[in-house]
């Protein structure tokens, strides 16, 4: 799972463009070396899934400094830009994996 500071470095180094890709919404996020990968609006889930096609929330693997049932997740909404946030672990957001390498 990305970091906080992986996601910090994907919201201030990044061009962000919001797209359909494969019948899904999200953003397309494009670094400066000109690779791109696909942050879908999956929405998230409670006792149903909510928010699908306009907003999507990534788990990062950095705990809140808070509270340890936090951690931090970026936001990614179709109306403004992404944002990180603390959230209880508890819900139901998505992961969204990265490899280590090129």
Sequence with gaps: MP???????LIDN???VWTTMNGKNGYEVKGK????????????QTTQ?????SLGLF??????EDC?????????P???????????RILGY????VRRGN
Excluded at 59 to 64: G, M, P, Q, R, Y
Excluded at 78 to 88: E, R, T
Excluded at 94 to 97: A, Q
């Design 3 to 9: 970091t906080q500071q992986q996601f910090e470095e």
């Design 14 to 16: 990044c061009t962000w």
């Design 33 to 44: 070396n000109n690779k791109i990968i696909f942050l879908p609006a999956a929405g998230y």
């Design 49 to 53: 899934l909510i928010n699908e096609g």
């Design 59 to 64: 788990w990062s693997s950095s705990l809140s």
């Design 68 to 76: 340890s049932t936090h951690a931090r997740y970026l936001s990614v």
């Design 78 to 88: 179709k109306s403004y830009n992404a944002q990180l946030y603390n959230g209880a």
């Design 94 to 97: 998505s992961v969204r994996p």
